[in-house]
């Protein structure tokens, strides 16, 4: 099939060599051309995805800015980034911009072609504000253009492997012919595929990352508890898991999640159920949580040190190891709050480092040495390197739960 993404970030890039991959004629459409000509020169990325570059490497796609290359396509997928405030209100112009020039190119269009989004929206947003753009063309959808909300379920840093083998495909439809077409698109991937509305994929996706937060928050409020009553909440999440309802995964306590996705879909489904008069008060309790749970690292450190005057360094500053995305990670609030009580503060990350010390120049870059060689130590992300480091003699708090750094001086879990 000919399938143009329109977006190059994350999901985009990963969904062009994949259904490249797959066999299929892909345009990938960005309005940066300097990130196009690395992607058409197959140059080293400035993300790093498992697998991305030699995937990028082995297959052809044509890249452009210019929405006229999507002319022939049978699906446009749109791949913006959407981000959403404090208060969960999504930033839509990309959205409400590709969405408009693609209205132009659907005037053009002799086929039918289907817009696909993959973007995060919130509830009713392809109906409400995507699809009275998309009509723009002066087509109707389900008659001149056909729509579908497919969302993605990508683990960043191990994307490639989750698109190619998918938990599922979720085929939200306007029209069954749009349904069908997606469907037979998905046809070399193997999974098991759900076809639904509309509203309901887009509130699959929101729920799916809300419940995943909700058991993160669930953890660490348990672990909370435990620590208290020196119990050891990794043993207890083991336990808990054995019990095949409940699972192992995502029951890590420690200093919350971050990154571009849970923390934003979880505002992003609060704010929803405000808007249709709901107070959802469980999510906004595990948005919370969250929160609070970031600064833990530095209640515990002030029980041991004076901040004001002290250097503390910091392991890992991604927002969860295998990726060099700081976005939402714990280590930016809790820089914030180390530099704002008068610490210096000193980081090592094996990918994040330049992002990191972009946004906080006042945080010095270090080695993992230097790090080690400071006041205190605070482990924040949960880096394979960092669980082979001599911790003797060390202050350490450890917000991800490295087993070896129990060996140092004074030994603080976040909440265990
Ligand atoms: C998340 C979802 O897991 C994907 O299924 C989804 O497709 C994606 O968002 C998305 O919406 O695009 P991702 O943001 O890459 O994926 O990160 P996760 O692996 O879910 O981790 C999120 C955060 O939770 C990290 O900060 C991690 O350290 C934290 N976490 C995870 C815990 O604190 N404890 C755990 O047990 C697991």
């Known amino acids: 099939m000919k399938i143009s993404v329109i977006g190059a970030g994350y999901v985009g890039l990963i969904s062009s060599v994949c259904f490249a991959k797959l066999g299929h004629d892909v345009v990938l459409i960005d309005i940066d ?29 044509e890249t452009s800015s210019d929405y006229d290359k999507t002319i022939e396509s049978d699906v446009i997928f749109i791949c913006v ?26 005037k053009k269009q002799r086929g039918y072609c289907v817009i696909a989004v993959k973007s995060t929206v919130g509830p009713g947003m392809t109906e409400n504000l995507l699809i009275p753009l998309l009509e723009k063309s002066g087509k109707k959808a389900g008659k001149g253009f056909g729509v579908c909300m497919s969302p993605e379920f990508l683990q960043e840093g191990r994307g490639i492997y989750h698109f190619m083998n998918p938990s599922r495909i979720i085929i939200g439809e306007y029209d069954r012919k749009s349904g069908d077409t997606l469907e037979r698109l998905h046809q070399g991937l193997k999974a098991p595929v759900m076809r639904t509305n509309l509203r309901t994929a887009e509130m699959i996706k929101l729920a799916s990352n809300s419940f995943l937060a909700t058991k993160i928050s669930f953890i660490n409020e348990i672990g909370n508890i435990c620590k208290q009553l020196g119990i050891d909440t990794y043993d207890v999440a083991r336990g808990m898991g054995m019990d095949d309802r409940i699972g192992h995964k995502f029951l890590n306590a420690g200093i919350g999640f971050g990154g571009s996705c849970l923390p934003k879909d979880l505002r992003i489904l609060i704010s929803g159920a405000r808007e249709v008069g709901y107070q959802p008060d469980l999510l906004q309790d595990v948005s919370t949580l969250n929160e609070t749970q970031a600064l833990k690292p530095v209640e515990l450190l002030k029980k041991h040190i004076t901040l004001k005057g002290a250097t503390v360094g910091i392991l890992g500053v991604a927002f969860k190891p295998g990726t060099d995305d700081i976005r939402d990670s714990r280590a930016i609030k809790i820089a914030e709050v180390l530099l704002a009580r008068g610490a210096t503060v000193k980081a090592y990350d094996p990918l994040a480092l330049d992002y990191f010390i972009k946004t906080f120049p006042k945080v010095t870059r270090a080695t993992r040495e230097e790090v080690m060689d400071c006041d205190a130590v605070m482990i924040l992300t949960e880096w394979e390197e960092f669980k082979e480091l001599d911790y003797r003699g060390k202050i350490v708090i450890d917000g991800r739960r490295i087993e070896k750094a129990r060996e140092a001086r004074i030994y603080e879990g976040v909440c265990w």
Do not use: M, R
């Open 81 to 106: 980034g959407t981000t959403a405030d404090e208060n969960g209100a999504i930033f839509s112009e990309y959205l409400i911009n590709a969405a408009g020039k693609i209205a132009e190119v659907l």
């Open 33 to 61: 051309e300097e990130k196009l000509a690395v992607i058409a020169n197959k140059e080293v990325l400035p993300i790093y995805e498992e697998g991305l570059q030699e995937l990028l490497e082995e297959v052809h796609i």
